[in-house]
């Protein structure tokens, strides 16, 4: 039992970000140099591309005593506003394999206004303070705890899988609807409506908002009953990832402007193949083989920091199977 544990350790990681390093995580060991593992921490395919908020107003009268039906951003009533930023999307492996989860992949997209530059750490620390406001950087993600379901509930669809963006490559692609019983929160996002709508004061055109879950329970005149789930849509390959989310909205910016309407959020973006570990494609759900960390120790494509257990330990446990009269051909990588 000694030796095989011993053995055993030839197949783990030397240095890891967990210790000791367990393969079912997907957590990438710390080691890998010229990473920001702020947002690249974890096995999977990472993208670099825009993510834009679509927002289409529609009339709402004020639930107070009003003289005035205006409200911020009317002048695109029926129509649609739309704000670009740039963004880094994620899609990550679920672990521990063998644990049930709701959906077969993770997903996040980090988005930006594109007037600021990203401001990257790099190693095992934090990413520097950034550089914009928190009504110019949008999140959207998952979202996985132990004691409640995700955000977003979607599957991997049997929907053909070739890409229409030039693109022959399959694609794995995938569609579901906000989770509406067991998760407190809703996909929620910000935005500065600056230089896009009429109002001067740009206190007025910093907004809130979230899309409308159905388990809204104050009546909407404008959205109908019941509130229908927002929705999510996509695909992934080696080469593009594509996410869309849409719904019913309704932003404030707290001093009595809403807008209410529908919103559309789509991220569109080309692999980061120097952070991005290897996709399988053609599975029945995505899956990785772990690169970034092991075959690979650097972003640029350096050898590995995170070698199999080798050398003096090596030659003690051939020696140890030897002393027994038990010839075993071990191979390292």
């Given at each position: 039992?000694?030796?095989?544990?011993?053995?055993?350790?030839?197949?783990?990681?030397?240095?890891?970000?967990?210790?000791?390093?367990?393969?079912?995580?997907?957590?990438?060991?710390?080691?890998?140099?010229?990473?920001?593992?702020?947002?690249?921490?974890?096995?999977?395919?990472?993208?670099?591309?825009?993510?834009?908020?679509?927002?289409?107003?529609?009339?709402?009268?004020?639930?107070?005593?009003?003289?005035?039906?205006?409200?911020?951003?009317?002048?695109?009533?029926?129509?649609?506003?739309?704000?670009?930023?740039?963004?880094?999307?994620?899609?990550?492996?679920?672990?521990?394999?063998?644990?049930?989860?709701?959906?077969?992949?993770?997903?996040?997209?980090?988005?930006?206004?594109?007037?600021?530059?990203?401001?990257?750490?790099?190693?095992?620390?934090?990413?520097?303070?950034?550089?914009?406001?928190?009504?110019?950087?949008?999140?959207?993600?998952?979202?996985?705890?132990?004691?409640?379901?995700?955000?977003?509930l979607y599957n991997v669809t049997n929907a053909p899988s070739i890409s229409t963006d030039d693109d022959d490559e399959i694609l794995y692609r995938f569609d579901g609807r906000m989770n509406a019983v067991d998760?407190?929160?809703?996909?929620?996002?910000?935005?500065?409506?600056?230089?896009?709508?009429?109002?001067?004061?740009?206190?007025?055109?910093?907004?809130?908002?979230?899309?409308?879950?159905?388990?809204?329970?104050?009546?909407?005149?404008?959205?109908?009953?019941?509130?229908?789930?927002?929705?999510?849509?996509?695909?992934?390959?080696?080469?593009?990832?594509?996410?869309?989310?849409?719904?019913?909205?309704?932003?404030?910016?707290?001093?009595?402007?809403?807008?209410?309407?529908?919103?559309?959020?789509?991220?569109?973006?080309?692999?980061?193949?120097?952070?991005?570990?290897?996709?399988?494609?053609?599975?029945?759900?995505?899956?990785?083989?772990?690169?970034?960390?092991?075959?690979?120790?650097?972003?640029?494509?350096?050898?590995?920091?995170?070698?199999?257990?080798?050398?003096?330990?090596?030659?003690?446990?051939?020696?140890?199977?030897?002393?027994?009269?038990?010839?075993?051909?071990?191979?390292?990588?």
């Open positions: 039992m000694k030796w095989a544990f011993i053995a055993a350790l030839l197949v783990q990681p030397a240095l890891s970000r967990i210790s000791p390093y367990d393969r079912e995580d997907s957590e990438r060991p710390d080691n890998v140099t010229g990473l920001d593992f702020f947002y690249y921490s974890d096995i999977g395919s990472y993208y670099n591309g825009t993510f834009s908020v679509k927002l289409s107003p529609l009339y709402n009268p004020p639930d107070y005593p009003s003289d005035s039906t205006e409200y911020p951003c009317q002048e695109y009533e029926n129509r649609t506003l739309e704000i670009s930023m740039n963004a880094i999307a994620g899609f990550l492996e679920i672990s521990p394999k063998a644990y049930p989860t709701p959906n077969p992949f993770y997903f996040f997209i980090e988005a930006w206004d594109k007037h600021y530059n990203l401001t990257a750490g790099t190693g095992t620390t934090q990413r520097k303070h950034s550089n914009y406001t928190e009504y110019q950087e949008i999140h959207a993600y998952t979202g996985l705890k132990p004691d409640y379901g995700p955000i977003w998760f407190l929160r809703d996909q929620s996002f910000k935005f500065n409506a600056s230089g896009i709508c009429s109002e001067r004061d740009e206190k007025l055109l910093l907004f809130s908002g979230s899309l409308l879950s159905p388990r809204e329970t104050e009546e909407q005149d404008w959205a109908g009953s019941p509130i229908p789930a927002p929705r999510i849509s996509g695909y992934f390959n080696t080469r593009t990832a594509h996410v869309t989310m849409s719904g019913l909205f309704r932003a404030g910016n707290g001093q009595r402007g809403t807008i209410v309407g529908r919103a559309e959020m789509v991220f569109h973006g080309e692999i980061d193949a120097e952070r991005s570990d290897q996709l399988f494609m053609g599975r029945t759900v995505p899956e990785w083989n772990a690169t970034l960390g092991f075959a690979r120790g650097s972003v640029g494509g350096g050898k590995s920091t995170a070698p199999r257990i080798s050398g003096t330990v090596a030659n003690l446990i051939l020696i140890g199977f030897m002393g027994i009269g038990l010839a075993v051909p071990l191979i390292f990588f």
